[in-house]
Nanobody, 116 residues
Framework: QVQLVESGGGLVQPGGSLRLSCAASGSTRKLRTMAWYRQAPGSQRELVAVRTSGGTTNYADSVKGRFTISKDNAKNTEYLQMNSLKPEDTAVYYC??????????WGQGTQVTVSS
């Protein structure tokens, strides 16, 4: 049974930083992609950042230059480093991992609130 456990959300002032973590367990399959999505109240879930097994990364235009997706293979954990946070970054953030061929799993979500 694959499990993704997220942590690291919270309340931060504009301009601050947070690092989200997503620890994966229970799979022996090869990783295809890992990603972070977010969903603000009244909005659809949107892709924030994605990293392929080959190391290619892509970011939403709204977070480019501020957010960084990474992975610690030894810990089987993916991260989203978020800097220069803005109020519009407020949302529930979800990690997503896809294993070959197309097995997709989601974390439980973690709230990020950017407010003074």
């Amino acid at each position: 049974q694959v499990q993704l456990v997220e942590s690291g959300g919270g309340l931060v002032q504009p301009g601050g930083s947070l690092r989200l973590s997503c620890a994966a367990s229970g799979s022996t399959r090869k990783l295809r992609t890992m990603a972070w999505y977010r969903q603000a109240p009244g909005s659809q879930r949107e892709l924030v950042a994605v990293r392929t097994s080959g190391g290619t990364t892509n970011y939403a235009d709204s977070v480019k230059g501020r957010f960084t997706i990474s992975k610690d293979n030894a810990k089987n954990t993916e991260y989203l480093q978020m800097n220069s946070l803005k109020p519009e970054d407020t949302a529930v953030y979800y990690c997503n991992i896809v294993y070959f061929p197309s097995l997709s799993y989601w974390g439980q979500g973690t709230q990020v609130t950017v407010s003074s």
